[in-house]
């Protein structure tokens, strides 16, 4: 991303170019940015959660069934699909030229996760009582707190790209050869291992928010941080889940 400063006035070929990085416009632009990106993500993580309770309730009979047929490799594939989709989802939120392309990404992006997440919420719902909630709510105390301590510090935090891009990679072979060779190994320390990964993203997206995203560029930051945070909801409610059954 470049670091040169944009103005408003003048014609530009590319319409990004009319908004400038955040860290080098204006204090309304900055706050206009960070007020549309945190609105995005509620909008998002409410659809989010929306979704999950008509499906758990609608399909409920149907869900054990599906959950069987994609056991084993078969997870392997839906997690090939999610990739693709999220992949897709990422570009369009991305977009520069058109609003509604980029409202199309995080809609996409928030379905994919939807679906990712049902088998998971099925048996959470069903075999652990009470971790869903309890998962959720440490879920926003972790992003609140490390949010908090992004603006409050204004650290940059973009230093950690190369280690969470080299953490996501290991633990993505890690998962993929647990599952291939059926090992028993995605237990509590692997969930814990996950969801200090998880926080790092977390931090790393809150200071792009804070620091190298474009003005223009609210919908795509929501996705990032809607991910991030999905993540480690994810991982957390592994984490109980696995407490509760030892």
Known sequence: MSSSPYGRSGAYADPSQAFAVVSQASLADRLGFIRKTYLHLAVAIALFAILEFVLLNVFAAQLPTWITAISGMGWLVVLGAYMVVSWVAERWAKSSTSLGMQYAGLGLFTV????????????????FAGTIASAAVVTGIVFA??????????????????????????AFAFIIVAMVFQLP???????????????????????????HYRTDQHVAASLALFASVALLFWYVLQLFMSLQRD
């Open 145 to 170: 707190g490390l949010t908090i301590v992004v603006f409050v510090t204004q650290a940059d935090f973009s230093f950690l790209r190369m280690a969470l891009s080299v953490g996501g990679l290991a």
């Open 112 to 127: 994919a996760e939807a679906a990712i997440f049902l088998p998971l919420l099925y048996i959470a719902n069903t075999y």
């Open 185 to 211: 190994i995605l237990g509590a320390l692997f969930s814990t291992a996950m969801i200090v990964l998880a926080s790092g993203y977390i931090l790393y997206q809150t200071s792009n928010v804070v620091h």
